[in-house]
């Protein structure tokens, strides 16, 4: 193993060969130190590309990424700038199939780029604040080079041998950080429709943002809750201190946590530091749906872009700009829905663009991430539709009853000369 002690005299020409296809550690746990690295010395190695699926760091701009191209599965938090620059390819995919594509060799990774915890006494380090696809690319890479961060916290899970990494680059720099998103009227009123799914024993999937925190914040009067998600923010810590989520009742992982993506602040990462209520996983646990089976009552509340008259979910697209991405909404949509006691909300705000497009739509403006098929509990502001399990005509009625009523007219217009011609 290389050790570098500066991250100044890392030199990844000694690593990185021609044509490599780098795959990056994501989100919180994005290896800043590595990324400024490559965008420094990228163009003098030759041509490069790097996978990444989200980036919170701000530092992959169209201008720093001119010396590699970069593919990612969306275009979450900083990476929408690119999107909108031309500068991302979007490989359409659940997150679920990221590590198995790398596993494949259908997403190329020759190096690995990955940000973990100092090592413990048997020389493992822990990746820290992100497990999802981090395993399969250092698995499959030719060369692994960790960001060794003494502000990352040793979380329980997968670890990385020392003996696996080809070169460590030693730092002490806080991770990237995604603070709470700041909460609204529409937003509380929103999660006050999504909480009421959630009973006692429940247990819970959310992605962050404003929704999601506001619907952990309205379930302190609730018991025993359990976790099972791909990512998780700051308001896990407040229903855990307060007793509210003990995972006491699940049948599998019982008493634990279970995550793949650590995404908020310091608060959340001296939580999970050392904690054995928290168990970081790769997504062929956290998504697959063998495991998700065996979960009674789990709710899971995801986003969206848009839906349409018959149900089906845009999380991807708006108009003919690419903001979102379908990580892994269908597999917890699935999950969810066919849980015992369970559901699955997709939440929206009923408007877009200050109030001037509708978000329950005649027809979608983009792909369909969640099919009609699947889908189970609409939730926006206005209240709750419930379409599983309901025909077209049905779901068209609950869709603009949840609709905003300066739209509800128009949409009733347009829908009954849809049904005159058949769906």
């Known amino acids: ?3 570098v002690h500066d ?4 030199d990844l020409g000694r690593f990185l060969r021609p044509g490599d296809r780098i795959v990056m550690g994501q989100a919180c746990g994005e290896p800043t130190t590595l990324i400024e690295a490559l965008i420094d010395q990228g163009r003098d190695i030759g041509r490069l590309s790097a996978f990444i699926a989200t980036s919170f760091s701000g530092l992959l701009t169209p201008a720093a990424t001119d010396s590699f191209s970069l593919s990612s599965m969306g275009a979450i938090g900083a990476l929408r700038s690119l999107t909108k620059a031309h500068r991302l390819g979007v490989i359409p995919c659940h997150v679920s199939q990221v590590g198995p594509m790398i596993e494949a060799g259908i997403i190329g990774c020759d190096v690995a780029f990955v940000q973990v915890s100092p090592a413990d006494a048997n020389g493992d380090h822990s990746f820290g604040l992100i497990s999802d696809y981090v395993r399969a690319a250092v698995s499959k890479a030719r060369v692994v080079i960790a960001e060794v961060n003494d502000q990352v ?7 990385l041998p020392g003996a696996r990494i080809d070169c460590a680059v030693r730092v002490s720099r806080p991770p990237v950080e995604v603070p709470p998103a700041k909460i609204g009227e529409t937003d509380e009123a929103i999660a006050g429709h999504a909480a009421a799914f959630i009973e006692d024993g429940s247990v819970l999937q959310t992605g962050v943002g404003a929704v999601p925190d506001a619907v952990l914040r309205l379930l302190h009067d609730r018991k025993d809750l359990g976790v099972h998600s791909g990512m998780l923010g700051d308001g896990l ?10 995972n006491a009742r699940k049948p599998i992982d019982t008493g634990v946590s279970v995550n793949g993506a650590l995404i908020g602040t ?3 990462y001296a939580f999970a530091d050392r904690n054995p209520k928290i168990r970081m996983c790769a997504t062929s646990y956290t998504h697959d749906a063998a495991v998700l089976a065996r979960l009674d009552r789990l709710v899971t509340i995801n986003s969206a872009m848009e839906v349409d008259l018959t149900g089906q ?3 991807e697209q708006s108009g003919s700009s690419y903001v979102g991405g379908t990580g892994g909404q269908v597999d917890f949509v699935r999950a969810g829905a066919r849980s015992p006691g369970g559901h699955a909300i997709i939440a929206l705000p009923s408007t877009a663009k200050g109030g001037t497009i509708s978000r329950i739509a005649v027809s979608l403006s983009g792909p369909v991430t969640t099919a009609r098929s699947d889908v189970d509990v609409i939730v926006t502001e206005f209240g709750a539709a419930e379409l599983k399990g309901r025909s077209l005509a049905e779901r068209t009625r609950r869709l603009i009853a949840v609709a905003h009523p300066d739209f509800r007219e128009e949409l009733e217009r347009e829908a009954h000369i849809i049904q005159r011609r058949g769906f």
């Open 313 to 315: 979910v845009n999380a």
């Open 153 to 159: 916290p040793f979380t329980h899970g997968e670890l």
């Open 237 to 246: 810590v407040e229903l855990v201190e307060a007793g509210v989520v003990t």
């Open 7 to 10: 991250a100044g005299g890392l």
């Open 266 to 268: 310091r608060r959340l």
């Open 1 to 3: 193993m290389t050790v």
